[in-house]
């Protein structure tokens, strides 16, 4: 349950410095924003393609198409999310749910806790791209 409960804690857009370490160092190399800057949030995804059923990690944001990064056995992983489509983005009480559409497993998602980016911010990451 804390494990489940540090991922949905209020967290907004945060940039290079607030990763973790094991964040960096997947993102090490070509990973660029425009202008230098990163930005990324802590989430929780369900069935995404090439990664285990449910896991904790971070979306990051480097300028154009979102990347999740997570954690297995050897060493951090990365899913590029260009080529999957946002169905909806849903706004609960104590998270916001993106639900992804074309590309990904279906009934595939990523849950954001209900003080981390916002809605608006999120429509704008993942719709208008």
Known sequence: MSRVFTTLSPRRWTDTDG???WVRTALAGDMMAPGGG???S?????????APRFIMGWLVVPGDAPVF???????PSLVDLEQIRVDEIVDRAFFRRV???KGA????CLFFGSGGPSTESLRAEFLLR
């Open 42 to 50: 802590p989430v929780a995804a369900h069935r995404l393609p090439d």
């Open 38 to 40: 990163l930005r990324g």
């Open 99 to 101: 639900d992804l559409g």
């Open 105 to 108: 497993d279906p009934g595939a």
């Open 69 to 75: 990064v997570f954690r297995k056995w050897g060493g």
């Open 19 to 21: 990763f973790p370490p």
